[in-house]
């Protein structure tokens, strides 16, 4: 069944209005009927099974059969924060980060981002991404339309991901810092007696009890780095701001399929 979106104020009632590109969409292209049933969600939790009652110029006027409580979203506020990567990538970025449960997108232009965007190109940018996560979000059941930030510089991301309850960074060095830190938590706990040599954590298990730490209702972000990587002067600065590193495992991943794979373990977390 198709489904829509709409502002809560088109909402009165059993009574629903879709405006906007939707119209033309329903009419023109779906060439949808009188009487035919769509799905409409206001984008706060609430859906409609609806049925279509009048086509006006600039309306659609639908009627209201059955309202639900949909409980698609996750329990924690995700935001991706994505360097941008060359070619059309962040299309496919944007379509399957909402598809996983993201919150938001927020674009960044870091140091050794390729892509260079004009105030205008990225304006452009932002809105087609936005159409895509619309359009996602409509695919896989979303209560809500994630998203699409302005395009930011990384220290802009930094003060926007600073008000975040954590921050992640998958970093392909991120094993030599955690196994670093563990080696020294484990020194120091062997030290005060706490602990054997054996019972040291791998960096790997420090990831996952850094992600098992994540509790219901708090907002996490997740820094990814573009093609080539972040340099060490920014992921210094991260971690300066609170961003703490986690190791994605042995492989090095693509800089669209990095941001995805961290997503997919934190939805399998949180909807636990």
Not at 7 to 31: F, K, M, W
Not at 48 to 53: A, E
Not at 83 to 108: F, I, N, R, T, W
């Given at each position: 069944?198709?489904?829509?979106?709409?502002?809560?104020?088109?909402?009165?009632?059993?009574?629903?209005?879709?405006?906007?590109?939707?119209?033309?969409?329903?009419?023109?292209?779906?060439?949808?009927?009188?009487?035919?049933?769509?799905?409409?969600?206001?984008?706060?939790?609430?859906?409609?099974?609806?049925?279509?009652?009048?086509?006006?110029?600039?309306?659609?006027?639908?009627?209201?059969?059955?309202?639900?409580?949909?409980?698609?979203?996750?329990?924690?506020?995700?935001?991706?924060?994505?360097?941008?990567?060359?070619?059309?990538?962040?299309?496919?970025?944007?379509?399957?980060?909402?598809?996983?449960?993201?919150?938001?997108?927020?674009?960044?232009?870091?140091?050794?981002?390729?892509?260079?965007?004009?105030?205008?190109?990225?304006?452009?940018?932002?809105?087609?991404?936005?159409?895509?996560?619309?359009?996602?979000?409509?695919q896989s059941g979303r209560a809500v339309i994630p998203q699409v930030e302005p395009v930011t510089d990384f220290s802009g991301a930094l003060l926007q991901a600073g008000k975040l309850d954590l921050c992640l960074i998958p970093y392909e060095c991120a094993e030599e810092l955690l196994k670093a830190e563990c080696e020294d938590q484990g020194s120091s706990e062997l030290q005060s007696g706490h602990i054997t040599g054996q019972s040291k954590k791998s960096p790997m298990e420090k990831t996952r009890e850094i992600i098992r730490q994540i509790k219901k209702g708090q907002s996490v972000g997740i820094l990814i780095g573009p093609e080539g990587g972040f340099e060490k002067s920014e992921v210094e600065a991260a971690m300066k701001a609170g961003a703490v590193p986690v190791t994605l495992g042995k492989r090095i991943l693509r800089t669209e399929t990095a941001g995805l794979c961290i997503l997919s373990v934190l939805m399998f977390w949180l909807e636990e």
């Open positions: 069944m198709y489904h829509f979106f709409v502002e809560p104020s088109q909402v009165n009632g059993d009574q629903i209005e879709i405006l906007g590109g939707d119209v033309n969409h329903i009419r023109n292209v779906l060439r949808m009927r009188e009487g035919e049933a769509l799905l409409v969600s206001d984008g706060y939790g609430n859906e409609y099974r609806c049925r279509i009652q009048d086509f006006a110029e600039c309306l659609i006027q639908v009627r209201v059969e059955e309202k639900r409580r949909v409980e698609s979203e996750l329990s924690s506020r995700i935001t991706l924060f994505q360097c941008l990567p060359k070619g059309d990538k962040m299309e496919l970025v944007v379509q399957k980060a909402v598809e996983l449960g993201v919150s938001a997108v927020v674009p960044v232009a870091s140091k050794r981002c390729v892509v260079k965007l004009d105030a205008r190109k990225e304006e452009n940018k932002r809105r087609r991404w936005q159409a895509i996560a619309e359009s996602a979000a409509k």
